[in-house]
T-cell receptor, first 113, second 115 residues
Framework: DQQVKQNSPSLSVQEGRISILNCDYT??????FLWYKKYPAEGPTFLIS?????DKNEDGRFTVFLNKSAKHLSLHIVPSQPGDSAVYFC????????????FGQGTTLQVKP | EAGVAQSPRYKIIEKRQSVAFWCNPI?????LYWYQQILGQGPKLLIQ????????DSQLPKDRFSAERLKGVDSTLKIQPAKLEDSAVYLC?????????????FGSGTQLSVL
């Protein structure tokens, strides 16, 4: 049972345009969500997070939006840069800072110069 | 600050053989995790340690997988005997704990191929 789903395996955008990566979840008990970025031959690195009490969190070019009623979150990258080309994983966790993350399958983003 | 160190980087074994992976977390990080990432999937938690105690090993196939964290620092993950479906990248991660417990720092992983 896939509790966190990223239905788009890949996304290609032009440099300078907006990249939008989507993620859906099924478990309403999740209350903290994160995005990780992974380059080839490296481990994932933390990018941005959002608590379920918020609907938006911004950090520079990266913004995460959370729609709890739809059980949907998205990551916006504006403007996209070639160095953003990587695999992006969304992840969810339960309350209590357990540290246990449930990951989606990942979306490969390619930003073309 | 030094990152999470893992070794070996790559390992190729035949089925039914045994293999061990090593991890050294970021200094001061109390929580350590082992994740399995099969090609095309997201990482899946195998086991979580808090200091040298196990917090969650519900998804660890205990008939063949074992893990330990000696003195609350380094950790080893062992597979014995290996099966073809164990081919994956094994990622070690650590976190500070507390409010930052979900912000995991990952190592580069060990890519295991079981032939």
């Amino acid at each position: 049972d896939q509790q966190v789903k990223q239905n788009s395996p890949s996304l290609s955008v032009q440099e300078g345009r907006i990249s939008i990566l989507n993620c859906d979840y099924t478990n309403s008990m999740f209350d903290y969500f994160l995005w990780y970025k992974k380059y080839p031959a490296e481990g994932p690195t933390f990018l941005i997070s959002i608590s379920s009490i918020k609907d938006k969190n911004e950090d520079g070019r990266f913004t995460v939006f959370l729609n709890k009623s739809a059980k949907h979150l998205s990551l916006h990258i504006v403007p996209s840069q070639p160095g953003d080309s990587a695999v992006y994983f969304c992840a969810a966790s339960y309350s209590g800072n357990t540290g246990k993350l449930i990951f989606g399958q990942g979306t490969t983003l390619q930003v073309k110069p | 600050e030094a990152g999470v160190a893992q070794s070996p980087r790559y390992k190729i074994i035949e089925k039914r053989q045994s293999v061990a992976f090593w991890c050294n977390p970021i200094s001061g990080h109390a929580t350590l995790y082992w994740y399995q990432q099969i090609l095309g999937q997201g990482p899946k938690l195998l086991i979580q340690f808090q200091n040298n105690g196990v917090v969650d090993d519900s998804q660890l196939p205990k008939d063949r997988f074992s893990a330990e964290r000696l003195k609350g620092v380094d950790s080893t993950l062992k597979i014995q005997p290996a099966k073809l479906e164990d081919s994956a990248v094994y990622l070690c991660a650590s976190s500070r704990g507390g409010a930052d417990n979900e912000k995991l720092f990952f190592g580069s992983g060990t890519q295991l191929s079981v032939l």
